[in-house]
Every structure is written in C-alpha cells, then in structure tokens.
C-alpha cells in the first residue's frame, strides 16, 4: 500500500474516532433534560466540528506537505534515472518543505554539472575513435558504389546513402532488416557459401576471401555487379560479410543496343550494300540492255539507297544515345558554369557575359559544355562585333533551354553548322564543338530573341536528376489532445517477445495528421516516422509522405497541422501511402504519443489498403504518467520541457515524430533505471496506467 493511501487512512481512522469520543463523552457528561433525555445534537455537532477540524488539517497537509514531497521525489527520481544532463527538477511552488526543494535543486544542479563533466570527459577520450568514424562515414558516403554490410543472420548493421541511391528502396533498407528484402537471395547466398567453404579449406588467404557476383534487386527493376567479402574476428571465425554494389542496368541496356549495331553492320547493311553492288556491276557490265530491265534495276538502286540511308539514320541516332550514356556526367548549376566562362574569356577582356534569370540545374559534362559555350561565344563576337551577352536559363518540356543572346540578327544555318565543325577546347583539335553537343543530344539553332532587336542561339540540354525548386518549411498551428485507450490491448505483442530486453528491440516512432478529429469520417494526411535501434535515432532512416484524402481539407483542420489543399492535391493517395509505410515499419515495435488516436484511423484503412498492422505498440503519453505520475501534464510539448528536448516543427508529423523518438529514449532509460527491462513488463505497466486514465475519464465525464 502506498505512503498516501497509509496517510490517509490515517486520518480518516483519527478523524473517525475523535468524532465517536467526543460524541460518547459529550453525550455521557451532559446533564438530563426534564423529560429526562440527554442533548445528543449537541455532542454530534461538537464531534461533526471536530471532523471538520481534522479534515481541514488533512487538506493542509496533502496541499503543503505531502503533494510538494511527491512533486518533489517524482523529480528527484526523474534526474537519478535520466541519463541526460539536461533533465530539469520540478519545483513545487506552494509549499511547508522549507528549505528542503532549494537543497535538492542545489543537489540536482552539482549532479548535473558532474554528468557534464563526465559527459566532456568521456567525448575528449573517445574523441579519436570518433574521428575515425568520421572518416569512415565520410568514405563510405563519398563513395559511388553501393555498401552493405551484414552479420551471419543476413541483417544489415550498416549502409550508406549510395546503397539507398542504387535499390531505390528506402522503405526496405534499415538497420537490423533483412537483406534479402532488396537483394535476390539466391546468388548473395551463394557467393558466401563459396568464400566460407574458401575460408576453412585455407584459413592463410585473407586477401583472397572476396568474390564478384551478379545479382537483382528484389523487385527485379535492376540489375547489380557486386563483390563480396567476408568479415573476420580476432579468432579468425566469420562475423558477417561486406557486399558493395553498383547498378549495371544501364550498361546490360547499352551492351545490347551496341550489339543491336553491330548486327546492322554485319548483317542487315551488308545485304542492302550486296544488292546495291550486284545491280551497279549488272549496269556495268550490259550497257546497252533494254530500257525496261534498266528501269527495273534502278528502282533496285534507288530503293536499296532509301534503305540504306534510312538505316545509317537509324544506326547514327543509336550511336549517338550510346555515347550520351556512357559519358560521365553530373548535375550543373548554370551559375558554375557562367562564372568559368567569364574566366575563360579573360583574353577578351572588353567581353562581359551576364547571367539573367532565374539560374537552373542542367545535367551534362560542365568542362566540356563551358568549353563549347567560349566557342560559341568566340564565334559570335567575331561575326557580330558584339561584347555583352547575356546567358539564360529556362525550363523546356524535357530539357533545360541555354540561351546566347545578343542585340543583333540571328547566325544563318549555313554558317552555324560551319561552326560546329570547328575546333573546341582540345589542344590537339580533335574535339568538334559538334562532338560536344552530340554527347549531350543537344542539336542548337539560332533565332529572335523575344526583345525586339536581339537574336539568341538556343541549346536544349538534358534536365537534371534532382529537383529545380524546393518548397519553405511550414510553421504549422497547434492540435488538441485526444484520448483513446481502447486499442491497447490488440498490440501487446506475442509472449516471446514479451520475455525480450527493450534494449534489443528495434521500434519505429509514428505521427499522422487527419482532417478531423472523427476516425470513422476524416482521413489521414500526412505520415511520418523514424526507426530507434539501441537507444540510436536512425535519422537517416525516416519516411515521410502527404496523403491525397480525396476531399478537401476542413479549415479548422488547417489551422491545428497547416495542411492545405493545394499541398495534397498532386500526392498519392492513402491506398499507396500506407503499403509503403507497412513496408518501412516491417517488424518492428510501433511507437506513437497518444498512439490510439493515429492507430485508429490506421486500423480503419488497412481492410481497402490491403494490409495489417499488427505490430506491438508503445504509448509514451501512457509511459509519461507511468514514469512522472498523473498530477504532471502529459502533453507532449510540456513532456519535452521537462526532459530538455527541442521540438523543431512542432505539429508537423516529421516534428512531432522525431520529437517523441527523443522522449522514447530518455523513458527506455528511465524504465531500465527502474528495473523495467522486458518489453512485456513495459506493457503491463502502461497497460496498467491506461485503465487508470481510463477510469479517471469515464468517472470525470459521469461527474460532469
């Protein structure tokens, strides 16, 4: 029994006997009456005043001395539990303690400053280990090349961005996923039987322990050239196993169309250059043949000629795709490159070239487009006599339109192609400026500018690979609190993985924004979440997507997450969402605050989405009142200020989401300080404190 419940039936038990010794003694010293009866109303308004004293003493006691204490020892054992120097004490403003919470807050500030202290002190000693690990991070993120690495079991302990680049499948890939959820099983297991059956037979051959392999991704949309190397203990026994890879699709696609030339060379042009020389010998050798034979053998010269320049046309357009794939490019800032052209034209210093508009991202080669663009600009002020010209750039249908322009007429046909046979940027000359515009697909032409007066000469380039724009953040409003503890109890969890450390578990942190606060009308908008492994916030494995509701988004909606309209109108919608976001959580233990109310409007989509949540789940709203009690406020901005966390988005889904992972380990600290160290234990005791809020709200609502 708890300190309270002791306390006050304490005072009930006093209260309750004074009130009957009063009403005993009184009614016993109390003279008779004339009709011989004794006051008896007398004593029991005396013993009644007496009640009213002590339970007045009890109300100051609960208000200056036992509720402070509690606030008090709910802090102090926050700060003992806490892991973070950053966790704050709680005060009691009204209180009989004395001096009491100021020596305490004393206490909690030296305690404080000594976990700074060791805090710097354990960061100054791990500095080079951490160092190191920049090192790595910043190789393997530099690197093109996919890196995977996994342990025996085929889960992945580690990945860069390039690997997430290459499979295109970030929902997949995650710390302690499966492998095999983005590559082919087969041939990755294959290649480590090989090198494992290598490493028994001669245990001496490190460096030979690796090995090349092909293989699809899961989905089968790309084909992959990886190596594989094992990973070797102190002992010398395997641990896991390195793969990196990189995406071949592009290069199986070309091999194809060049041997898809290499056909027409050897096979398809050699019977029309066949024919054409069997009927030019057969006009060779019968000159005088009859006029109707002759027309015969050439409509065969004329009609093999139409095939053969049609099918050199045909070869020339391929050839010319083949080469624009296979040479190294990037995305280009037009600002980068107008800024090396002015440097270029240095020996031209009374010509000045000025970037105007907007400048956009083009992909392509920026030495050998800087180079054509100072050819170009060369010719233009030798056949113009202009000096100033101005470089825009502007968006097309497919491409990124570069425009030349200069006050002046346009460059005749003739002429420009005459440039474009011209020598550009190769000392040893021979680099066409035709051969650079061929490599990016580019076919330029010269027209009137839209001023009255200017010409421009126009290059289409290929568009670039990442997005022109970006959208500004949003500041969003806020949302009230909801309550529904009802769906608890469908994610418990199986008993095997009650028995399981919380430490060894992998959660995922959700947040969804609707258009109502109604499950059974409005629909989710916006979903966010974020894996935690080990205490660890994988912000690098998050998702994040807006949802089309298919109706419009009620303004009062608006105003709580910010959400419009015009934001969702292109976003897919939820029947596609939500699969994606199945995907991403895979096994793991769901983590929301105030998790019914996302978990409902989740539960009422799965049966059209074609999915089941069915995870375990995790309330840190529940976890909150378990931890700091119910006379603390539990939403989850004033949760963030007592343990020091910053809230960067607050009520977006991606701010709210990445907020409550912060509070999720700091509560998982908390737990294991209390011996709370099962994932099952964990449940019970929230299950616990949610049938307490229960009650709480269904006893309030039937008071009101």
Same mark, same amino acid.
């Given at each position: 029994?708890?300190?309270?419940?002791?306390?006050?039936?304490?005072?009930?038990?006093?209260?309750?006997?004074?009130?009957?010794?009063?009403?005993?003694?009184?009614?016993? !010293?109390?003279?008779?009456?004339?009709?011989?009866?004794?006051?008896?109303?007398?004593?029991?308004?005396?013993?009644?005043?007496?009640?009213?004293?002590?339970?007045?003493?009890?109300?100051?006691?609960?208000?200056?001395?036992?509720?402070?204490?509690?606030?008090?020892?709910?802090?102090?054992?926050?700060?003992?539990?806490?892991?973070?120097?950053?966790?704050?004490?709680?005060?009691?403003?009204?209180?009989?303690?004395?001096?009491?919470?100021?020596?305490?807050?004393?206490?909690?500030?030296?305690?404080?400053?000594?976990?700074?202290?060791?805090?710097?002190?354990?960061?100054?000693?791990?500095?080079?280990?951490?160092?190191?690990?920049?090192?790595?991070?910043?190789?393997?993120?530099?690197?093109?090349?996919? !890196?995977?690495?996994?342990?025996?079991?085929?889960?992945?302990?580690?990945?860069?961005?390039?690997?997430?680049?290459?499979?295109?499948?970030?929902?997949?890939?995650?710390?302690?996923?499966?492998?095999?959820?983005?590559?082919?099983?087969?041939?990755?297991?294959?290649?480590?039987?090989?090198?494992?059956?290598?490493?028994?037979?001669?245990?001496?051959?490190?460096?030979?322990?690796?090995?090349?392999?092909?293989?699809?991704?899961?989905?089968?949309?790309?084909?992959?050239?990886?190596?594989?190397?094992?990973?070797?203990?102190?002992?010398?026994?395997?641990?896991?196993?390195?793969?990196?890879?990189?995406?071949?699709?592009?290069?199986?696609?070309?091999?194809?169309?060049?041997?898809?030339?290499?056909?027409?060379?050897?096979?398809?042009?050699?019977?029309?250059?066949?024919?054409?020389?069997?009927? $030019?010998?057969?006009?060779?050798?019968?000159?005088?043949?009859?006029?109707?034979?002759?027309?015969?053998?050439?409509?065969?010269?004329?009609?093999?000629?139409?095939?053969?320049?049609?099918?050199?046309?045909?070869?020339?357009?391929?050839?010319?795709?083949?080469?624009?794939?296979?040479?190294?490019?990037?995305?280009?800032?037009?600002?980068?490159?107008?800024?090396?052209?002015?440097?270029?034209?240095?020996?031209?210093?009374?010509?000045?070239?000025?970037?105007?508009?907007?400048? =956009?991202?083009?992909?392509?080669?920026?030495?050998?487009?800087?180079?054509?663009?100072?050819?170009?600009?060369?010719?233009?002020?030798?056949?113009?006599?202009?000096?100033? @010209?101005?470089?825009?750039?502007?968006?097309?249908?497919?491409?990124?339109?570069?425009?030349?322009?200069?006050?002046?007429?346009?460059?005749?046909?003739?002429?420009?192609?005459?440039?474009?046979?011209?020598?550009?940027?190769?000392?040893?000359?021979?680099?066409?400026?035709?051969?650079?515009?061929?490599?990016?697909?580019?076919?330029?032409?010269?027209?009137?500018?839209?001023? $009255?007066?200017?010409?421009?000469?126009?290059?289409?380039?290929?568009?670039?690979?990442?997005?022109? @724009?970006?959208?500004?953040?949003?500041?969003?409003?806020?949302?009230?609190?909801?309550?529904?503890?009802?769906?608890?109890?469908?994610?418990? *969890?199986?008993?095997?993985?009650?028995?399981?450390?919380?430490?060894?578990?992998?959660?995922?942190?959700?947040?969804?924004?609707?258009?109502?606060?109604?499950?059974?009308?409005?629909?989710?908008?916006?979903?966010?979440?974020?894996?935690?492994?080990?205490?660890?916030?994988?912000?690098?494995?998050?998702?994040?997507?807006?949802?089309?509701?298919?109706? *419009?988004?009620?303004?009062?909606?608006?105003?709580?997450?910010?959400?419009?309209?015009?934001?969702?109108?292109?976003?897919?919608?939820?029947?596609?969402?939500?699969?994606?976001?199945?995907?991403?959580?895979?096994?793991?233990?769901?983590?929301?605050?105030?998790?019914?109310?996302?978990?409902?409007?989740?539960?009422?989509?799965?049966?059209?989405? *074609?999915?089941?949540?069915?995870?375990? =789940?995790?309330?840190?709203?529940?976890?909150?009142?378990?931890?700091?009690?119910?006379?603390?406020?539990?939403?989850?901005?004033?949760?963030?200020?007592?343990?020091?966390?910053?809230?960067?988005?607050?009520?977006?889904?991606?701010?709210?989401?990445?907020?409550?992972?912060?509070?999720?380990?700091?509560?998982?600290?908390?737990?294991?300080?209390?011996?709370?160290?099962?994932?099952?234990?964990?449940?019970?005791?929230?299950?616990?404190?949610?049938?307490?809020?229960?009650?709480?709200?269904?006893?309030?609502?039937?008071?009101?």
């Amino acid at each position: 029994m708890q300190t309270r419940q002791l306390i006050n039936l304490l005072f009930l038990g006093i209260g309750v006997a004074a009130v009957s010794i009063i009403i005993v003694v009184a009614y016993s !010293v109390a003279p008779e009456t004339s009709d011989g009866q004794r006051p008896f109303m007398a004593a029991l308004l005396g013993g009644l005043g007496l009640a009213v004293l002590v339970g007045f003493a009890w109300l100051l006691l609960d208000r200056l001395l036992m509720r402070p204490s509690r606030k008090l020892t709910r802090g102090i054992r926050a700060i003992l539990e806490s892991r973070s120097p950053e966790q704050q004490l709680p005060l009691p403003e009204h209180h009989a303690l004395g001096q009491l919470p100021e020596a305490v807050q004393a206490m909690a500030d030296q305690l404080r400053a000594s976990r700074r202290e060791i805090r710097k002190a354990m960061e100054s000693a791990t500095a080079q280990v951490d160092e190191q690990k920049t090192w790595l991070e910043v190789i393997l993120q530099g690197l093109t090349e996919g !890196v995977l690495v996994c342990n025996r079991q085929h889960q992945i302990m580690l990945y860069n961005k390039a690997a997430v680049a290459i499979l295109g499948m970030p929902e997949h890939i995650g710390l302690g996923r499966s492998l095999f959820n983005v590559l082919s099983q087969p041939p990755v297991q294959h290649t480590l039987e090989r090198l494992e059956r290598r490493h028994r037979e001669d245990h001496e051959a490190p460096a030979e322990l690796t090995a090349p392999f092909v293989c699809t991704s899961a989905d089968a949309l790309y084909m992959l050239h990886g190596r594989m190397a094992l990973i070797l203990d102190a002992k010398g026994e395997v641990t896991g196993y390195l793969v990196t890879l990189v995406d071949i699709s592009e290069d199986v696609a070309l091999l194809a169309r060049g041997d898809a030339v290499r056909r027409a060379l050897t096979r398809d042009l050699r019977g029309i250059a066949a024919n054409l020389r069997a009927a $030019a010998e057969t006009i060779s050798q019968y000159p005088d043949m009859h006029p109707d034979e002759r027309d015969r053998f050439d409509q065969v010269l004329l009609s093999e000629s139409e095939a053969l320049s049609e099918r050199l046309d045909g070869l020339a357009r391929q050839i010319r795709g083949h080469l624009l794939g296979r040479w190294p490019m990037a995305d280009v800032l037009v600002t980068d490159l107008v800024s090396c052209l002015e440097q270029r034209l240095e020996d031209l210093p009374r010509v000045h070239v000025t970037l105007v508009g907007i400048p =956009l991202w083009l992909h392509g080669d920026s030495l050998s487009l800087m180079q054509a663009l100072d050819c170009l600009v060369r010719h233009l002020h030798a056949h113009t006599g202009r000096e100033a @010209f101005d470089v825009e750039s502007m968006l097309g249908d497919r491409n990124v339109y570069l425009d030349l322009n200069w006050e002046g007429r346009p460059v005749p046909a003739g002429l420009l192609e005459e440039w474009l046979d011209s020598p550009c940027g190769d000392e040893d000359g021979d680099q066409r400026l035709r051969d650079i515009l061929e490599r990016h697909d580019c076919e330029v032409w010269s027209q009137p500018a839209r001023r $009255a007066g200017w010409a421009l000469l126009r290059l289409p380039l290929p568009a670039p690979t990442r997005p022109q @724009f970006l959208p500004e953040p949003r500041r969003l409003p806020a949302r009230p609190e909801f309550y529904d503890f009802g769906l608890m109890r469908e994610h418990e *969890g199986s008993e095997e993985l009650a028995g399981k450390r919380l430490a060894d578990l992998s959660f995922v942190v959700f947040d969804c924004e609707m258009t109502g606060l109604n499950p059974a009308e409005d629909e989710i908008i916006s979903i966010a979440g974020v894996r935690v492994v080990k205490r660890r916030i994988l912000t690098g494995e998050t998702f994040e997507r807006l949802i089309n509701p298919g109706r *419009g988004i009620p303004p009062d909606s608006t105003r709580f997450h910010g959400i419009t309209d015009e934001d969702v109108k292109e976003k897919p919608s939820i029947q596609v969402v939500l699969p994606q976001f199945r995907d991403f959580v895979g096994d793991a233990v769901l983590v929301a605050h105030n998790a019914a109310f996302d978990m409902k409007f989740i539960s009422l989509k799965e049966a059209e989405c *074609g999915v089941k949540f069915d995870n375990p =789940l995790l309330d840190t709203l529940l976890l909150s009142s378990m931890l700091d009690g119910d006379e603390e406020d539990h939403s989850l901005d004033a949760i963030c200020e007592r343990y020091g966390v910053n809230i960067t988005g607050r009520h977006t889904a991606r701010g709210d989401t990445m907020a409550t992972a912060e509070l999720l380990v700091r509560f998982l600290e908390r737990l294991e300080a209390q011996g709370i160290t099962t994932f099952g234990e964990a449940v019970k005791a929230s299950s616990m404190t949610a049938q307490l809020r229960h009650r709480s709200a269904m006893l309030e609502s039937g008071q009101q």
